[in-house]
């Protein structure tokens, strides 16, 4: 089956099996790898556009088989009118940003977002007009009464990958509409099998696909799938800015998608078990991760997504640096690692503190992000076990 509306009417699982595939890919079930800047035309009026049969290619940054496969595949899976492709998920960050605001034009922007992509709101946009006003990841309908007149675009991330505050998205996306804004979410958390944000009323919807789509830690990729009202205009800054994708690393991100579906389902299975181990730990002050019956995104998460990914956070009672340096540097089977979403597990020590500035990040135990991989559940619960031993023994000293 290879008709796109035919995949929509699908199951998540087997749109991750067929989006994307051309039908006229002949034998192969994946498509070529095309390492292409020039394209060649069949004569001078084809090349401008005058030839009675027009050229299919024009110039290697403006498209390959390879891109449009992967392009396709995402626009399949979120529901979009059309996808880009960026050299990271930083990059789409900041590509659809760019597309859609300029100078004089005022961003909304969620406190708990990833901080790159603040880097970006306060470094580059700023030196470029656009003001940023930062705000609660609580706020809900309410956001109304931070519109200005010259307000264009809110900006979301659900849940944030730190501190997993869960927006009401598709209260944001209404008030976005009704006022005629724009809104963009970060959704590299849910990817689109846990959750559709152009369903729920949002334009633009971002994913590292470096994390879950390509999951295997090797290749960095971003993608921006668009809605009607925002894809012209990112596809043309996408274009202007010459952003092209290496084709090998489209190609690791295809691939990856193709098997998304079975990894999420034991990422999810294991990061729910082992969030909820640390919750009886008398270690633990709370444990950060909307699907857990404790959290206070739970309800917004549970009526809007269909799924959780793999990664969350746990707040320690209390907790030094040594005792934080004793419980992550000898863990066996957990990396230190920023990134997220690959088949081994990883850890990070986090303090929001440092970057909140709409509301303060209050809790005051040691901040601990687990990214919980594809290895056995109980050998990884029995490393954290042993990990959080030595944090006592820190802590005693
Ligand atoms: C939520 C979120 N968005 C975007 C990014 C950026 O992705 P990349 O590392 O591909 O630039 C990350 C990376 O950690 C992330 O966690």
Known sequence: MTDETAHRAHAPATRLAHAGRDPQGGAFVNPPVIHASTVLFESVAQMKGKAATPARWTYGRRG???????ERAISELEGAEGTVLTPSGASACGTALMSLLGAGD?????????APTRNICDGILKR???ETTYFDPAIGAAIAELIRPNTKVIFLEAPGSLTFEMPDVPAIAEVARDRDLLSVIDNTWATPLHFRPLD???????????????????????????????????KSTHGDLGLFTGPDDMYLA???????????????????????????RPEVARVLHPALPSDPGHAIWKRD????????????KGGTEAAVSAFLD?????????????FESLAIHADPRAVRTAVPWREEGALLRFQIGLEDTGDLIADLDAGLARWRAALVV
């Open 106 to 114: 005022h961003l909304l922007m969620i406190d708990s977002v990833y």
């Open 200 to 234: 729920h009323g949002v334009d633009v919807s971002i994913m590292a696909a470096t994390k879950y789509v390509v999951g295997h830690s090797d290749a960095l990729i971003g993608t921006i799938a668009c809605g009607r009202r925002a894809w012209k205009r990112v």
């Open 254 to 280: 295809l691939r990856g998608l193709r098997t998304m579906g079975v990894r999420l389902a034991h990422h999810q299975r294991s990061a729910l078990a082992i969030a909820e181990w640390f919750a009886a």
């Open 64 to 70: 390959t088989p390879t891109s449009e496969a992967l």
């Open 305 to 316: 997504f269909s799924g959780a990914a793999g990664l969350f956070g746990v707040v320690m």
């Open 128 to 130: 470029f007009g656009v």
């Open 330 to 342: 000898h863990l066996e089977l957990f990396g230190l690692g920023y990134s997220w979403g690959g």
